[in-house]
């Protein structure tokens, strides 16, 4: 067999050289050749650039001829295609609030913010860190405290948790704020909505701070911010929308122009505070104060924190959950 | 409401007092309430049949009151005062043959007579958290919950409990081990009992035994156990906990066998079919979810727009309604017959033909080493 065989392979890398001096002219392969096959690496290298940049140009002329024709149909011209994001392809979910909907608004209205939404309580804020905060942590904990209107940073002191939150309803707090930090880096946040829950867990990622950020406007006013919930559609993202809604006063003071914006994107959370100016009827100008953070939601608790014995309402489970791209839970 | 109520084979308790229906067969979910009329104080806590015919369903609600509600006519028929809000939440609601029987949290269980107004009034400690009928002698309840040890009571003779558990020894450190009875059953055809507690554990007691100590004791998971349910096949149970991870574990060796998936939040209510193999769940995540219990598959989902707090399956099949259920229940009995004969043939002859074809390959083996050692 092998004394058959061995005359044809070496046809085989005659004919080979015979491309490649061929293709070295110019990039005009037969159709089952590829670049991978060449041997020689530099010589690969430069017959891939080749290859792309052919590619490229090719991609460019139809795309100049579509908008030609684009142009000459003029108003006759297909509707532009909706690019595919996996955003549109959201798998349907079943939970998706409808506003008209009874029973989930009873639910909402009798929930544990209803006293905040029925404007009987006023919005007290105490934020903490964890024991021994270093540097960034402690600034991001200052500058939340700008943000947020009636908030008050406390030094941790090493306290449980379990014992500040009595201390905290009897003093009137609504919300406790605990940043957690990781190698003087904040990434986690516990926020727990007081007297009776619910407790929700975030991871905190891509802080930055005030000085860290270009074109950034002058430091806040004292002024109560509006707030901008973005995308919280299932009935989790609205417990979730109810309980960043509930941190902020009732009645924005439309003189500070400034505004808090928690967005939600693809299930993480994009928090944003500017300040705007309306140019004229139709201009609008934004100015980033800072800080910016994103949140994604780990876990909802019911009832104030108690990571060992309280009961979750929702829990992230990175494996089970994660299953697809396009199934979001906010 | 009557065309409603009878297409339905699982029954829940919601957070907002609402009770819903769920029909597996056509797919739809009904709420049997007066959507104008609802608080949080009418909050469903406990449920069970309220006859064997399952033709009543009993709610206790948080406000102290248990609702009688027809299955066949679709109203709420009856409702009657059982006791204060003050008193807490009801744990457990069984009725016998002459009687209903109500538990609540601080450790008051009452039998109301029918009929008659007075009480049996029995005071079995308090923080109960959970009172659980004994299906074969409907006389018998057991009761457990944050430091106080389960007890078992007979209701004809209430002065005392006629068995109570002893807490397990000391740990390792010598300090006393907490007691938290969360959820109890009673294992068919025979006297034990399997409580699953705060401390993630699961206990298996024999008071047929002078041994008060449990004989089984098995560990499941870091959180708090909330429910649990004995399927109809025997030793096993399934356990629930406030993540939401849902395991059956075996009671022979108290080994998980395996764990349900799916679940976001806590588990507040758990039951398995009394004759198939099936287990519905719900909870705080607001879902109700049917896994096989065969191969742990997640058969049906539904999302029923509040937090569901007890669930309670019909005994007869969940799929079907209950007018043509009869018919092909039978059929499916007759074919399970077949399947059965068919099945334990072929698997002799299958293990026989493996058995003579391994013994083939050993065959061949030998020969080739033999062949090498040979070279």
Known sequence: ????????????????????????????????????????????????????????????????????????????????????????????????????????????????????????????????????????????????????????????????????????????????????????????????????????????????????????????????????????????????????????????????????TFHNQRDFIFFRFHRYIFKNEKKVGIQELGPRFTLKLRSLQKGTFDSKFGEYEWVHKRHEMDSSRRKFHL | MAAKSQICSIWLGSETGILKGVSLRKKQAFNFCEMSCLSRDQEVCVMAWGDPYESELLLGSVNGTVKTFSTDKGIFTATKECGDPSQGKFTGLAVTDSSMITCVESGLLKVWKEGSTDTVEVNVGKDICKMRQNQSQRHHVATGGKENPLKVWDLEKPDKPIFTAKNVAHDWLEMRVPVWVRDISFIADSDKIVTCTGHHKVRVYDPSTPQRRPVLEADFGEYPLTALSLPASQDAVVVGNTHGELAILDLRKGLVRGCFKGLAGAVRGLQCHPSLPLVASCGLDRFLRVHSLEDRSLQHKVYLKSRLNCVLLSSRDLESSSDSGDVEEVKAEEEDEVWDNMETVTEKTKKRAAEKDEAAVTGADGKKKRKQVNK
Do not use: W
């Open chain 1, 1 to 260: 067999m092998k004394a058959v065989k061995a005359p044809v392979e070496e046809m085989d890398q005659a004919e080979c050289e015979v491309k490649e001096e061929k293709s070295a002219s110019g990039p005009c392969f037969p159709p089952t050749f590829s670049v991978s096959e060449i041997k020689n690496k530099q010589r690969r290298h430069t017959m891939f650039l080749k290859l792309k940049e052919e590619k490229r140009k090719k991609r460019m002329e139809l795309k100049k001829k579509k908008k030609k024709e684009r142009k000459a149909l003029d108003d006759k011209a297909p509707p532009k295609e909706v690019p595919k994001t996996i955003e549109n392809q959201r798998i349907y979910d079943e939970t998706t609030v409808n506003p008209e909907d009874e029973e989930v608004a009873f639910d909402e209205g009798t929930d544990e913010f209803s006293a905040y939404f029925n404007r009987l309580t006023n919005p007290k804020v105490l934020i903490t860190t964890s024991d021994r905060p270093r540097g960034r942590t402690v600034r991001f904990c200052d500058q939340l405290a700008t943000v947020i209107p009636h908030a008050y940073v406390y030094y941790r002191r090493g306290l449980a948790l379990k014992k500040v939150i009595p201390q905290c309803i009897s003093r009137g707090f609504t919300y406790l704020m605990v940043i957690n930090e990781d190698r003087k880096v904040p990434n986690g946040m516990v926020l727990c909505h007081l007297p009776d829950g619910p407790t929700a867990h975030f991871k905190v990622s891509s802080v930055r701070l005030r000085k860290e950020m270009k074109r950034r406007g002058k430091n806040p006013t004292e002024h109560s911010p509006e707030v901008i919930l973005n995308n919280f559609t299932t009935r989790l993202g609205h417990s979730i929308g109810r309980l960043f809604a509930a941190l902020f006063p009732h009645d924005p003071q439309f003189v500070g122009r400034q505004v808090a």
